[in-house]
Nanobody, 116 residues
Framework: QVRAVESGGGVVQPGGSLTLSCAVS????????MEWYRQAPGKQREWVAR???????SYADPVVGRFTISRDNNKNTMYLQMSSLKPEDTGLYYC??????????WGQGTQVTVSS
């Protein structure tokens, strides 16, 4: 079964930094376009960042210049480096492969809370 396990979230003050990890099992990560998503309480899930198998990256406008997506194919793990965090970045963060392949089973996500 293809699964993703997110980790690395926590509570951070505005302006702080966090790095999230997404450990994938059941498939080779380097063969897929991968995505990060987030969902705030009472809101729909939104797309955050994307990385292709060739390493091309793209980001949602609110996180441009502050977030960096990366992957370690040897570890079959994807990362999201977040800096200059804002309260509006608060939410449950998920990773998945691009829906063109069909989503993996959704993980539990990892909670990011940005608050003073």
């Amino acid at each position: 079964q293809v699964r993703a396990v997110e980790s690395g979230g926590g509570v951070v003050q505005p302006g702080g930094s966090l790095t999230l990890s997404c450990a994938v099992s059941g498939m080779f990560l380097d063969r897929y376009v991968m995505e990060w998503y987030r969902q705030a309480p009472g809101k729909q899930r939104e797309w955050v960042a994307r990385i292709t198998s060739g390493g091309m990256r793209s980001y949602a406008d609110p996180v441009v210049g502050r977030f960096t997506i990366s992957r370690d194919n040897n570890k079959n793990t994807m990362y999201l480096q977040m800096s200059s965090l804002k309260p509006e970045d608060t939410g449950l963060y998920y990773c998945n492969r691009d829906p063109e392949y069909g989503y993996m089973s959704w993980g539990q996500g990892t909670q990011v809370t940005v608050s003073s």
